[in-house]
C-alpha cells in the first residue's frame, strides 16, 4: 500500500495538490460525459413521447370534429356517447403521453444543473490543487530541498579535499 509523504508537509502539501489538480481535472468531463449520454437517452424518449402525443391530439380533434358534426346531423344518442367516450379515452390517453414529455424535460433540466455544479467543483478542485501544488513544492525546494543539496556538496567538496 502507498503511504503519503508525511516526511515533509510541504512534500504533502505538493502531492496533495497534483491528486486534487488530477481529479479536478477528469472529475467534469467524466461526469459531462455521463450526462451528455444520460441527456441524449431522454430527448429521444421526449421526442418519441411528443410523437405519440400528436398523434392522439389529431385523433382527438378528428373526433371532436365528428361530434360537431353530429351535433348539426340527426344520429342517435347512442352514436354520441360512444364518440365522447372515445374522447375522454383519448384525453386520458394524451395525458399519459405528455407526463413523460414534462418529466424528460424536468429531468434534462436537473441534468444541466448538476453539470453545471460539477464544472465548478472540477475547475474550485483544479484551481486549488494547482495552487497547493505550486505552494507545496516551492516551499519544500526553498525551505528544505535547497539546503539539503547544499549540505551534500558542501560534503562531497569535502571529501574532495580530503582525497588530494
Known amino acids: 500500500m502507498i503511504s503519503p509523504p508525511t516526511d515533509s508537509l510541504y512534500k504533502f502539501c505538493a502531492i496533495v495538490g497534483l491528486i486534487m489538480a488530477l481529479w479536478g481535472a477528469a472529475f467534469p468531463w467524466n461526469k459531462s460525459y455521463e450526462a451528455k449520454l444520460e441527456g441524449a437517452k431522454l ?5 418519441a413521447a411528443g410523437e ?3 398523434q392522439l391530439q389529431a385523433r382527438r380533434d378528428a373526433l371532436t370534429h365528428e361530434l360537431d358534426a353530429l351535433a348539426s346531423a ?4 347512442l352514436e354520441k356517447q360512444e364518440i365522447r367516450a372515445k374522447k375522454r379515452d383519448l384525453d386520458i390517453a394524451l395525458i399519459e403521453a405528455t407526463y413523460p414529455v414534462e418529466i424528460g424535460i424536468e429531468r434534462i433540466r436537473v441534468i444541466e ?7 465548478r467543483i472540477g475547475c474550485t478542485s483544479l ?6 501544488a505550486l505552494l507545496g513544492f516551492l516551499a519544500w525546494y526553498f525551505r528544505i530541498q535547497r539546503y539539503i543539496d547544499r549540505d ?6 569535502q571529501r574532495e579535499d580530503k582525497g588530494n
Do not use: H, N, Q, W
Open 127 to 132: 484551481a486549488l490543487g494547482v495552487f497547493f
Open 152 to 157: 551534500i556538496k558542501v560534503g562531497r567538496d
Open 113 to 119: 444543473e448538476a453539470t453545471t455544479t460539477y464544472m
Open 52 to 54: 405519440k402525443a400528436k
Open 74 to 77: 340527426p344520429a342517435s344518442e
Open 43 to 47: 430527448r429521444a424518449e421526449i421526442k
